[in-house]
């Protein structure tokens, strides 16, 4: 760093570990010198700022302080100067806490955050329909007679009666008694200017002379009923695949299981959504940090302990991804271990099982008869599932068990398969 603080500022020091320093013939910053100065001091300062580099950090500074006078340079610079001078001054704590630009999946995680809030909001029916806010045309505290449907069946649990909509609480349960309502001559509620309503039965108004039945003036449908959030429009091959990612680095930052289920529903009209989500994660699984390896894992099988993924969207992505182990292993040396830890898991939840890894595994004998990739695959999966809390030893023998026992045979043989239980599940 000291290497590179002295190729910024133009200068030599006189004698190696003296901390006195010249300037460089021919030397002078540019703007980029000065702005990747104060970037880099801002960055570590604080770590350099110990009393063995003293010396180095007075002389550094003692340039700056001409620096953050010199009338040639731009304002800009200057001032950046004075505030890296003064951030030193104050032990190197900002003023304020500087704000960060974004991520763009910060941007779309909250982007979609608002979207399932207001998907949500929709779903529960009511708003525009005499809810908060009154609807359309309705004012603040309640709401136009077009959502009264609601308002008397609230009434009637309250024992109010069949009031009308101005009448006050009814004939029955109120203490006051409003004035008769008027009504036309067919037996509609007038009220505003003159625009009629059907009154109710029970309120005080009369009904419609000679027997006649007249519809109560059309205005609006029908509040929807509650229920989910309806899928959205369906995705395109790659707007899927990002949701796929977007859904992991969500579910790694706050782990939230509701939260991913209703991302997993909105994606319920978009075909094969489910497969493309276990292929884009499973394969990100075979090259990524053991954090984010642990979270796709956690996530895939949330998801299909819950129904939103079947077997069909695991067979294919994970099949493809034992077929092709040894090719993972040229970049990724632990590749069998992160292969035996998702197939352990997606064991345990029952989206996968041991006779369908065996056949899988036997596509690997058909291309090289004397490789030992696929009881490498066996042997990964049972150590994975013994260390594994939620399967451990019995769990383990339970899965490679007499069900099993066939599958297993064939692929490896009877007696060396007898050789790995003894050795592996004793």
């Avoid at 704590?93 to 910060?106: F, G, S, W, Y």
């Avoid at 819950?306 to 695991?314: A, E, I, Q």
């Avoid at 013994?386 to 339970?398: F, H, L, R, Y």
């Avoid at 899965?399 to 050789?419: I, K, N, Q, V």
């Amino acid at each position: 760093m000291r290497y590179c603080i002295h190729s910024l500022m133009k200068m030599e020091e006189v004698e190696n570990g003296s901390a006195k320093f010249v300037d460089v013939k021919d030397g002078s910053m540019d703007e980029e010198d000065h702005e990747a100065l104060c970037n880099l001091f801002t960055t570590i300062g604080q770590t350099m700022d110990h009393p063995g580099a003293r010396r180095y950090m007075q002389s550094y500074f003692q340039k700056m302080e001409k620096l953050s006078n010199d009338k040639r340079l731009s304002s800009r610079y200057r001032f950046m100067y004075k505030d890296l001078i003064e951030l030193r001054g104050n032990k190197w704590k900002a003023r304020r806490e500087q704000e960060t630009a974004k991520t763009l999946d910060e941007i779309k995680k909250d982007f979609e955050r608002e979207e399932r809030r207001q998907a949500q909001q929709s779903a529960q029916g009511g708003r525009g329909y005499g809810g908060r806010g009154g609807g359309r045309g309705g004012g603040r505290g309640g709401g136009d007679y077009r959502g009264g449907d609601r308002r008397d069946s609230r009434r009637e649990s309250r024992g109010g009666g069949g009031s009308s909509f101005y009448g006050g609480r009814g004939d029955s349960g109120g203490r006051r008694q409003s004035s008769k309502p008027q009504t036309d001559e067919q037996g509609f509620t007038v009220i505003g200017r003159g625009q009629p309503i059907p009154t109710k039965s029970g309120g005080g108004s009369k009904t419609p002379p000679s027997g006649q039945q007249h519809s109560p003036v059309p205005s609006r449908s029908p509040p929807p009923p509650k229920s989910k959030p309806s899928g959205a429009a369906p995705l395109s091959k790659e707007k899927l695949e990002q949701k796929a990612k977007n859904m992991r680095t969500e579910f790694m930052a706050d782990s939230n299981e509701d939260e991913l289920l209703l991302t997993m529903d909105e994606l319920s009209s978009t075909p094969n959504a489910g497969l493309t989500i276990v292929q884009t994660n499973t394969d990100s699984a075979m090259d990524c940090k053991d954090a984010e390896r642990d979270a796709i894992v956690e996530m895939l099988s949330i998801l299909a302990e819950k129904g939103k993924l079947s077997r069909s969207d695991f067979e294919t992505p994970v099949g493809e991804l034992i077929e092709f182990i040894d090719s993972f292993v040229v970049d990724s040396p632990r590749a069998f271990k992160y292969l035996g830890d998702m197939l352990a898991e997606f064991i345990r939840v029952k989206v996968l099982d041991v006779p369908w890894m065996c056949r899988q595994c036997a596509k690997l004998k058909d291309l090289d008869p004397d490789t030992k990739s696929g009881e490498r695959v066996i042997v990964e999966t049972i150590e994975s599932m013994k260390e594994s809390d939620d399967v451990g030893i019995d769990g383990a023998k339970s899965f490679f068990g007499a069900s099993s026992e066939a599958a297993l045979e064939t692929l490896l043989g009877a007696d060396r398969w007898s050789e790995v239980k003894a050795e592996r599940l004793a």
